[in-house]
């Protein structure tokens, strides 16, 4: 989905004049795209709608203005389909003083990340000043209650469930009857994690119906592996119809990625997404933010998003005027660099690429993300080289190595030209992409 519309505003970006046969070209391009990924043919027809009403070329000055215009236009539609479609945000999340021991359920098919998920909610509301506990309803694949209890433990949450009891239903009231009854320790959320199957059956969702009817939960969450794409509306919709699905959690946007078919969930439950899934640890749950989510959709990278996490980085305090560099569009080799060296803060090479542009993932990275080990140990040949460089070098805002230069950078540190070469250019097309990223970034952002 994402390559599609990044490719359709490539188009519009090349394209000398605007008119309207562009912008229906790429209104059809993006909207081919999005029913490819299953997103409601209705939705996408109201974004071609909404898009061309807002877009009024006749009235708008030529060249520049009109496609900054229709960029804007295609950005915040896709945005308002991400957006609260239920319109009511404050009954959504569980509030705190409602009323004690709220039920929150998790729903989704095996694999998806509900477990974790639940672990990540749980934890992420305790340090919000909650008292969360666990339920596991999984009775289904062997070995859940265990997973639950570890993660449980890891995060310091109480927990409740059974390796011999096989009613997921009986195991889930009694877990939240305990929990609601248990006078002195006043667990206000209580979260309840559900088995999946491998393929949406009958079975799985007879058992949430039942499961939802005993428990009456304020909150039914469903979780989505972030790759889904195109079986994300009927799975999401399958969900929907046994149980009050009320809100979205995209697992797994740490890989490579983009979460298409959150728009389609979205659709399909009529329920905001209301966090993102970024790793496997306890602590690697976000609130969802729209704006960053789109512009990675549409390959845009999440430039504001990593310069935030590079500001925390504790490298950064000797680096700011890099940061400053990032964020006016100037990149350096020593831009790349910091980059490298933060990797370890920024998490694995697929993170940091998947907040990149997508013309910069595929130059840093030829062989694809999937390796990780591979591409760490590609990071590393890149930073050798970068220690034989002068500061003169590093610091160039062309990129310039003199040829005499890239055969003693070469020497110096045990690699051939033809490699420092690689990393000149692999600077060079980020560079480009960068600034290119920066610009687009910036006419978008214009309206905030
Ligand atoms: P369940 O079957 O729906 O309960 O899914 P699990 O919680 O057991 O997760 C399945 C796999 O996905 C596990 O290996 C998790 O560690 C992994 N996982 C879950 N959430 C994320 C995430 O946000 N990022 C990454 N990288 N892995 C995740
Ligand atoms: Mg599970």
Redesign the pocket.
């Known amino acids: 989905l994402g390559g599609s519309i990044s490719r359709a505003l490539q188009q519009m970006i090349n394209a000398t004049v605007v008119d309207e046969k562009v912008l229906n070209d790429c209104l059809n391009e993006i909207s081919r795209a999005l029913l490819q990924s299953d997103v409601q043919f209705s939705l996408v027809r109201d974004m071609q709608i909404n898009v061309k009403k807002n877009v009024n070329l006749s009235d708008l000055a030529a060249g520049q203005n009109k496609r900054k215009i229709i960029q804007q236009a295609v950005f915040d539609q896709l945005c308002q389909m991400l957006q609260d479609p239920s319109g009511k945000p404050d009954q959504l999340v569980p509030k705190k003083g409602k009323k004690p021991g709220q039920v929150v359920m998790f729903v989704?098919l095996?694999?998806?990340?509900?477990?974790?998920?639940c672990t990540k909610y749980a934890y992420y509301h305790k340090n919000k000043g909650w008292k969360p506990a666990l339920v596991c309803a999984d009775t289904f694949r062997a070995g859940a209650f265990d997973?639950l209890k570890q993660n449980a433990a890891k995060a310091k949450v109480p927990f409740y469930g059974s390796y011999t009891e096989t009613d997921p239903v009986k195991i889930a009231v009694e877990g939240v009857e305990r929990f609601k009854n248990d006078q002195s320790n006043s667990f206000d959320l209580i979260i309840v994690d559900t088995s999946?199957r491998h393929k949406q059956e009958a079975a799985l969702f007879e058992e949430m119906r039942q499961l939802s009817e005993a428990i009456s939960p304020d909150l039914v969450v469903f979780?989505m592996d972030a790759s889904i794409g195109q079986s994300a509306f009927h799975q999401a919709q399958a969900f929907k119809q046994s149980v009050a699905v009320g809100a979205v959690i995209v697992?797994?946007?740490?890989?490579h990625a983009k979460g298409g078919g959150t728009l389609s969930a979205v659709a399909a439950t009529k329920s905001p997404v209301i966090f993102i899934?970024?790793?496997?640890h306890t602590d690697?749950l976000e609130a969802f933010d729209v704006k960053p989510f789109v512009r990675r959709l549409l390959g845009m990278g999440d430039l504001p998003g990593l310069a935030n996490k590079i500001r925390e980085a504790v490298l950064m305090d000797q680096h700011e005027d890099i940061l400053e560099n990032i964020l006016q569009g100037g990149f350096t080799i020593r831009t790349m660099q910091v980059l490298f060296q933060t990797k370890l803060k920024l998490g694995t090479p697929s993170q940091l690429a998947s907040m990149l542009p997508a013309e910069c993932t595929s130059r840093l990275f030829p062989a694809g993300l999937g390796d990780d080990q591979e591409n760490q140990s590609q990071m590393k040949q890149f930073l050798v080289m970068m220690d034989s460089m002068t500061a003169q070098e590093l610091d160039s805002p062309n990129l310039k190595v003199s040829e005499l230069r890239r055969q003693r950078i070469a020497r110096g540190s045990g690699h051939e030209v033809r490699q420092v070469e690689e990393l000149i250019e692999a600077c060079k097309a980020v560079s480009k992409n960068f600034s290119k990223g920066r610009a687009l970034l910036r006419s978008l952002n214009s309206g905030d």
């Open positions: 989704g095996q694999g998806s990340g509900k477990t974790t998920t997973q999946g979780v697992a797994k946007m740490d890989g899934g970024t790793g496997e690697q």
